[in-house]
């Protein structure tokens, strides 16, 4: 047998999970990420939970294929970062640092938005397909882009940053990138909540959500009881996402586009709001392009990282 | 010595180019494109010009590394085509067919626009570079993306169609693919066209361009001695442009924008009127994204081609 780990780096735990280079999930636990002192101890924390393993089930080094490291941060194809938000680094060799620390054993490291495409890819809603993006609906938009089964990384690890594509030319508020109109201004849990009170402020029209605090949560669950308004708010955001995916499509010309992120858990209500403006706005050759919610959750980075070693 | 082959189909005839794999340009020559008959003749044609240039330079079948082909039409990752609008095929296996027309020596096939990006990146304008996109602005706008050394293929064969990205949701005319504000409205040297007679449309504005039928070549014209008329359409142009640029590198993240195509022979007069919008609405991680004049010319697709068998 043959084994490969995925090492998923946050900025409070350390994912880690064991899996057969078949895709099988065999172990998965986690260790708090130690950020302070410039998160000098992190990588060295990552290393010794995984030889431990190694040794506590007695993997010999022929049968280690290697191990994937996902960040959340950009990441080049030489598997160095710049600067992190959350982890304390400046520049680190992350790859090579942690081969070293490992003995040798063969290490690939990626952006974490990537990185949980290519475990959607692998194991999750992507399975079978080789030209994937994941959007991920969080606190922000984050993005991943799988061509070919490889990483779409770019020059400076920064390929597949979907949330800010523009998508609102006109825009005033500013988004946390300081550009204006970003895709994340309205397809984020936050954006959405953004454009549900800005449709309250605007008539006196009945609603649920009236006189609450409205969220990406309570938007989709009054959508699910029929809500008109809230119907509104979701048709909103799915144009927003769906058009600036169908843009997306033109240059990428993906298989499946994958929704995770906490808005996703809304479940398949979502997806028509986005497929139907998409539709109306692909090219041609992207009219198939499919719509499918994420399977894997947190364990979509750990799923990724260690197929970067597979490839 | 080794060497290798690129060959560029059109519609009015097939290029051809002799290479080694270092880079030389050695040989160039065409042929007629047989479109007849379902252009069953073209591909034959094409090896039987190949053989003889072989038998001609006293090549050994050992020094050949290959054959690549670049085809006006989407073409998916095991070199196939559905169909093409110039050549007269239906669905064709042009890797396999002219690699059995050939005796068996490797052949690797890819879209024109790809293929073009491809040569650039190897002997033109891109040249050092792995993340390159080219944009060729021509009747239409055409699109290559090259990413990490290799093209963007996309699912069936249609990334990189940048020319059909939206960049006006409100607009009213049809681009030639049936929707609405595509960017090749505004960017091609038809779309700048139209934008120019627009803009004489408007008011009485006093340019050179009036009384004329203005063309891209002409407003270019214009710019260079110094009208005020021209200077605005250039800079409505550069804007679709430019913002539209600014939106694939949030995605595709490359080092180098390669302008080709028709409207590119304006000269570095064009650069600025793209890249200040670019670099206004750019991602932070996008802004060292760099502009620059195709190189190739019509050798690109030649180039570009044989550059396929050394990936």
Redesign the interface.
């Known amino acids: 047998m043959r084994y490969c780990f995925g090492v998923d780096i946050g900025g409070t735990t350390v994912k880690m999970g064991l899996f057969s280079t078949e895709g099988d999930i065999l172990d998965k636990w986690e260790i708090p990420t130690r950020t302070e002192n410039e998160g000098e101890a992190i990588l060295p924390d990552a290393a010794d939970s995984i030889l431990k393993k190694i040794e506590e089930r007695n993997i010999s080094d022929e049968e280690v294929q290697g191990v994937g490291v996902g960040i959340p941060a950009?990441v080049d194809?030489e598997g160095v970062v710049q600067s992190t938000a959350n982890l304390g680094w400046g520049y680190k060799a992350v790859k090579a640092e942690l081969q070293c620390l490992l003995g040798g054993i063969r290490v690939e490291a990626g952006n974490d938005a990537n990185v949980a495409a290519m475990g959607e890819m692998w194991l999750g809603a992507g399975r079978g397909?080789?030209?994937v993006v994941m959007v991920t609906l969080g606190t922000g938009v984050g993005?991943g882009?799988v061509?070919?089964g490889?990483m779409?990384?770019?020059?400076?690890?920064?390929?597949?940053?979907?949330g800010?594509?523009?998508v609102k030319?006109d825009e005033v508020e500013t988004c946390g990138?300081?550009?204006h109109g970003c895709l994340e201004q309205y397809a984020s849990a936050t954006g959405i909540a953004r454009l549900a009170r800005k449709r309250l402020e605007a008539d006196d029209a009945e609603t649920v959500l009236r006189g609450t605090r409205p969220s990406a949560k309570t938007v989709f669950d009054a959508v699910k009881a029929g809500d008109i308004v809230a119907i509104e708010i979701a048709e909103e955001f799915g144009v927003y996402l769906g058009?600036a995916m169908?843009?997306?499509a033109?240059?990428?010309?993906?298989?499946v586009i994958v929704i995770g992120g906490g808005v996703s858990k809304a479940g398949e209500v979502l997806l028509p709001f986005i497929e139907k403006p998409f539709k109306k706005?692909a090219?041609?050759?992207?009219k198939?392009?499919r719509f499918v919610l994420a399977e894997l959750g947190n364990d979509a980075g750990i799923c990724g990282a260690a197929r970067l070693i597979l490839s």
């Open positions: 950009p194809a397909e080789k030209n993005g882009i061509i070919d490889s779409l990384v770019g020059e400076t690890g920064a390929g597949g940053e979907i800010h594509m523009c030319r990138c300081g550009l058009e169908a843009n997306l033109v240059i990428v010309n993906p298989a706005r090219f041609f050759a992207d198939k392009t």
